[in-house]
Structure formats: C-alpha cells, structure tokens
C-alpha cells in the first residue's frame, strides 16, 4: 500500500468516526442515533446506484453523462408500471415476483436506450467533449417531457407492497422497515459485481486495456467501439435499476433525476474522477454526512435546508485537501 493510499484511507476513517461521534454525542440516544445510522447508509447506497454508472462511464470513456439522473428517473417510472400494471397483476399476483419483474424490466429499459444514444448519438462525438455534455443534457430534456407524456406529472406512490417493504425490525429500540437494509445490500452487492467485472473477468480486461491503447487492442480482433458501447449500456441499466429499487421507498416523481444527479456528480468528484472504489466510499461519506446534518439541523436550529447543500460542502471541504479527490488521480 502506496503512502497516499494510506493517507487517503485516514482522511476516510477520521472523516467517518467523526460523524458518527458527533452524531451520537448530539442525539444521546443509541435509537436516534441507529436512526442516523440507517438512513446514511440507505442514502448513500441511493446516491451509489446513480454515481456508479455515472463514474463507470467516464472512469473508461471520458464521458461525462448528464443523462444520467433522467435514466434513474425513468427507471423508477418503469419499475412503478411493471409492478402495478393491472394486466401483471392479475397473471401473476404475487407481488414479490412482480417486485423482482419491474427491476428487471427498469434495468432492461436504461439499457436499450442507453445503447441506443451511444450507438446513434454519442459515438460521433467521442472527439469534442463539450458536445458531449450539451447532447446528453438535452438527452435528458426529452427523457423527462417523455415521462411527463406518457405518465403525466402527478408522482407515483408505491401503493402494492410486497415482503420486505412491509416487514420490520427492531434495533435499539426503534422499528425499521426491512427495505433499508435491502437496498444497502442491494447496493453492497453491486459494488462488488461491478468491481470483480472489470478487475477480474476477460471482458474487463478487455474494456480496462481499450481505454489505456485503443489502437493495440483493435489490432488483436477486438472491436473497441463495441466495448465502450457495452460499457455506456452497462452505465445506464444500472442508473434505471437504482430507479427502480428506488421506487418502492422514495415513489416516481419527476424530481428524482435532479435531486440525484448532482449529488451524484459530487460524488464522482469526490471519490476522483474515473475511481470507481472512490465513488463508492465517496457515496457512504455523503450519505452519512447528509443524515447526520438532516438530524442536527432539524432537532437544534430547525434549518433542513443544510442538509440539501451538505454535499457540495463535504466536496469543497475535501478538495480542499485533495484537490484530485479522495482515490483520484492527476488528469
């Protein structure tokens, strides 16, 4: 282990035990305080299922995705659909069956149209950036006045629960819904899938050598532009998938992509551009950071707009200190 990783990983840990300090100290209480605990955690396992496809795509394709919280949008539009269409309803009533159906089908949607813009729209344009970012911000424009389309703009609550949406626990105290721990899992479990793709499968290797020559790689067989359009469809599915597992909890609104998109963006930044393991302890640090401010700032000053700002102030803070993020590099 390298001496700036090792420094890294403090600045990481100190970062954490002193939210958690803090937070325990101001609350007094181990239920609030597993209250804290829990929300950080389902908060940035949240921000992670957006900021994952949105650091996968431009860690390998330099590619900055502004799409990327209209993809989450819509894929808790179709997971809502799916799982409440009363045609499936009435095939199959069991409603965990539908539950797993609309993440797949969410997934399954982020990634066709994710193929598609990359296919029809962006390879093009591989070689002028700013035009990158101007198509995918209008990409994102007519996703959302297609969602207000077809499903209009009145949001969408979850209304068919199924296992563990109505299940609970109780920790210290103070019951919690089973769906918390499941999207931190569910997050969990992606973090490591996507890791052990690009570090340890052919197809990783594959993506991870096309970005350093794409030259060399071509002259083996391989076709690169095949591959990053693989790798900008994987960007995408798992934006719609985040949506779905989403819905359930948080329901379908057309404020979804904004609220996680810069948060997102923020994110990505923080854990360094193109670290896909800095996103993703980037994600818990922000998730943490915003519940335990969302806690002190409505129990002590009654100022809940804190916690909305707190990840831009987490990035300024850390940039600050690192200005290439936490896990970044020198572009």
């Given amino acids: 282990m390298t001496e700036e990783r090792r420094m890294t990983l403090l600045i990481v840990a100190g970062l954490t035990a002193g939210l958690l300090g803090f937070s325990f100290i101001t609350t007094g209480d181990l239920g609030d305080f597993a209250i804290t605990v829990m929300s950080g955690l389902f908060q940035g396992m949240l921000l992670f299922l957006v900021a994952s496809g949105l650091s996968i795509v431009f860690g390998l394709m330099d590619i900055l995705n502004l799409a990327q919280g209209a ?6 539009y179709v997971g809502y659909e799916i799982h409440h269409a009363p045609g499936l309803m009435d095939a ?23 193929w598609m813009l990359e296919r029809v729209m962006l390879r093009p344009l591989y070689v002028r950036p700013l035009f990158q970012l101007v198509l995918t911000f209008g990409v994102a424009l007519v ?25 609970s626990f109780t920790l210290f105290g ?7 721990p499941f999207v931190i ?15 340890r499968t052919r197809i990783g290797i594959i993506i991870r050598a096309g970005v350093e020559d794409a030259e060399m790689v071509e002259a083996l067989g391989i076709n690169v532009r095949a591959v990053f359009t693989l790798v900008f469809t994987l960007g995408s599915a798992v934006a719609a998938l985040g949506g779905g597992v989403a ?22 930044v923080l854990g360094g551009l193109g670290s896909y393991e800095g ?20 129990q002590y000053i009654n100022q809940p707009v804190w916690a909305s700002i707190t990840p831009m102030i987490v990035l300024v803070l850390i940039l600050l200190i690192r200005p290439s993020g936490l896990f970044g590099k020198e572009r």
Avoid: H
């Fill in 71 to 76: 993809f989450f949008m819509l894929g808790a």
């Fill in 92 to 114: 199959i009533p069991d409603a965990n069956i539908r539950f797993v159906l609309s993440l797949i089908g969410a997934g399954a949607v982020g990634a066709v149209i994710g």
């Fill in 143 to 167: 996703m959302l006045e297609g969602i207000k389309l077809v499903w209009g703009v009145r949001p969408r609550n979850w209304a068919d629960t199924f296992s563990v949406l109505e299940s």
């Fill in 174 to 180: 103070q019951r919690f819904t089973l769906y918390r």
């Fill in 185 to 199: 899992l569910v997050g969990v479990a992606l973090i490591f899938s996507i890791a052990l793709l690009l570090n």
């Fill in 247 to 268: 819905a359930p909890f948080l329901g379908a609104s057309l404020e979804l992509g904004n609220a996680f998109l810069l948060a997102a963006i923020a994110v990505v």
């Fill in 279 to 298: 996103t993703a302890i980037a994600s818990v640090l922000v998730g943490l950071s915003v519940a335990v401010v969302a806690k002190f700032t409505t």
